[in-house]
C-alpha cells in the first residue's frame, strides 16, 4: 500500500514509472509482458489506476466479511485475500489471479464484488515471499515497474502449486460448496487459461484479455469450459485467438471467446475506475483546445471500457450462476 511520501514522489519519478511503462507495450500476454495500461490523458484528470484510492474507498463501505489468510504448502506460505458472501447456503468458490501489477487493491475489490454477487472469493498474492525483503506485492509500493519484473520472473511450476494450494484451501472451507472456478485479468488471465490445464475438478475457468498456453498437449489437458473476455482494441492479445480457437475446436474443448468492441485491453480495470474529469482551463487557447481534444478522447475510452465491464459482469455472473 503507498504511503504517503511515495504519492508525493516528485515529478521526474513519475515521468520515469511513466516512460518504464510505455516501454513495457508488449503487456500481459504471457509471464514475459507487464501491464502499461494507465488510462491517464493529457488534458484529463482521472483516477490513477497505481494508486487505485477508489477501489480502496470501496472495498472500504463493504459490508462482508473480508480478511486475509496464509495458506501453506511445502515450504511456501502464500498470502490471500478473501471474501465471503452474504447468503444462507454454501456457495461456489472463485480463485481471482492478479494483474501483471499484483495483487493489488483493485483485484481486492473485485474479489469483494464477486462476494457480492454471491460467490466465495479468494485471490492469492502469488508474489508472497518473493520480495527483496520476503514481502509479497504491498513491499513493492509505487514501483510497479519491480512488481512486473518479480512476476516474470516467478517459475511456471511454483504458480501452479500455489493455485492449486490455495484451491484446495477454499475448497473445503464450510461456507464453500466444493465447487472450483478459476478467473484471471491480463497475465493473470493467461494463467487462468494455464491453470485449466493443470486442475481436471475445476468447473470453469474464465480469462479476461489473457493469451492461451500454445501447444496442443497442453490444451488437450482441458476438463473445465473456457470463457474468454477480449477487448475490440487489442490486437495484440486477439491475433493469438484464431489458433486457440482453432486448437479447442480441433480437440473437442468447449472454448466461448466474446469480444467488446470499442474496449481496450484491462477493460475490468479502467471501466471500474471514475469517469474521467476535464482538466480546468488555463486561459491558454491553444493549450485547452488541446486539452479538450484529450478530455474527448479520453472520455470516449473510458465509456467503452466501462460498458464492456458492465456487459462482462453481466455475462460473468450468468454463467457462474450456472455452475
Not at 504511503?3 to 510505455?22: E, G, P, W
Not at 475490440?232 to 471467446?257: H, S
Request: proline share 5%; hydrophobic share 40%; charged share 25%.
Amino acid at each position: 500500500m503507498q504511503t504517503k511520501a511515495l504519492r508525493n514522489r516528485s515529478a521526474l519519478s513519475k515521468a520515469s514509472f511513466l516512460v518504464a511503462c510505455l516501454l513495457s507495450l508488449a503487456g500481459c500476454a504471457s509471464a514475459q509482458h507487464m501491464d502499461h495500461h494507465s488510462g491517464v490523458t493529457s488534458g484529463t484528470t482521472t483516477a490513477d489506476p497505481y494508486e487505485q484510492e477508489w477501489a480502496k474507498a470501496r472495498l472500504a463501505k463493504s459490508p462482508r466479511h473480508q480478511e486475509w489468510v496464509n495458506v501453506k504448502h511445502g515450504d511456501r506460505t502464500v498470502s490471500a485475500f478473501i471474501v465471503y458472501p452474504e447468503v444462507k447456503t454454501k456457495a461456489t468458490a472463485v480463485v481471482v489471479i492478479h494483474e501483471i501489477n499484483g495483487l493489488t487493491e483493485w483485484v481486492q475489490s473485485l474479489t469483494d464484488q464477486l462476494a457480492e454477487a454471491g460467490y466465495v472469493a479468494i485471490a492469492p498474492d502469488l508474489l508472497s515471499g518473493m520480495a527483496p525483503k520476503g514481502g509479497g506485492t504491498s513491499e513493492y509500493g509505487a514501483d510497479r515497474d519491480a512488481v512486473g519484473k518479480a512476476i516474470r520472473a516467478l517459475p511456471p511450476d511454483q504458480v501452479t502449486a500455489d493455485l492449486n494450494a490455495v484451491a484446495d484451501y477454499v475448497a473445503k472451507l464450510p461456507a464453500a460448496n466444493g465447487k472450483i472456478t478459476v478467473a484471471g485479468f491480463c497475465w493473470g488471465g493467461s494463467q487462468s487459461f494455464r491453470f485449466a490445464t493443470n486442475r481436471p475438478d475445476l468447473k470453469a475457468a474464465f480469462v479476461f484479455y489473457g493469451s492461451a498456453p500454445e501447444t496442443k498437449e497442453e490444451l488437450a489437458r482441458i476438463k473445465a469450459p473456457v470463457y474468454g473476455f477480449y477487448a475490440g482494441n487489442d490486437a495484440r492479445i486477439n491475433q493469438t485467438l484464431p489458433k486457440t480457437i482453432e486448437l479447442m475446436k480441433e480437440l473437442g474443448k468447449k472454448f466461448e471467446p466474446v469480444t467488446y468492441e470499442g474496449a481496450g485491453h484491462a477493460f475490468m480495470r479502467s471501466g471500474d475506475a471514475p469517469e474521467p474529469k476535464a482538466a480546468a482551463t488555463t486561459g491558454d487557447k491553444d493549450a485547452d483546445a488541446k486539452a479538450a481534444e484529450d478530455y474527448q478522447k479520453s472520455l470516449t475510452s473510458y465509456q467503452a471500457n466501462k460498458k464492456a465491464r458492465d456487459e462482462s459482469w453481466v455475462r460473468w455472473k450468468s454463467l457462474l450462476g450456472g455452475i
